[in-house]
């Protein structure tokens, strides 16, 4: 699968993945209160399963959703411009 996670979308997954976990975490500790119940123990589990799948897909860039709905936010032109840039002899 290619690279189709960058830019804000990258920056956003980053800063809000691991607030989830840790939002997620707490209240499995009772620092916290989502919910009351068994209600509260699913909310913390899913926030902290999306806070890791945010987390994950920032860090390698890559997110089987965005390729299912077509959605890439992934600068390639920056990586052909570096990659080309590599080859090419400097003038001096």
């Known amino acids: 699968m ?3 996670v960058g830019g804000y979308d990258r920056s956003a997954r ?3 993945g691991p607030i989830l976990i ?3 975490a707490a209240a499995f500790v009772g ?3 989502l919910s009351t ?3 509260g123990l699913v909310l913390a589990g899913v926030a902290v399963l999306v806070g890791a799948v945010l987390t994950v897909t ?3 860039q890559k997110c089987p ?3 299912t709905i077509g959605l890439d936010t ?3 032109d920056a990586t052909n411009q570096s990659s080309s840039d590599k080859t090419r002899p400097e003038i001096k």
């Open 2 to 4: 290619q690279k189709n």
């Open 14 to 16: 980053f800063v809000l």
């Open 22 to 24: 840790i939002v997620g």
């Open 31 to 33: 620092i916290i209160t």
């Open 37 to 39: 119940g068994t209600l």
């Open 58 to 60: 920032a860090t390698t």
């Open 65 to 67: 959703l965005n390729a």
């Open 74 to 76: 992934y600068n390639h």
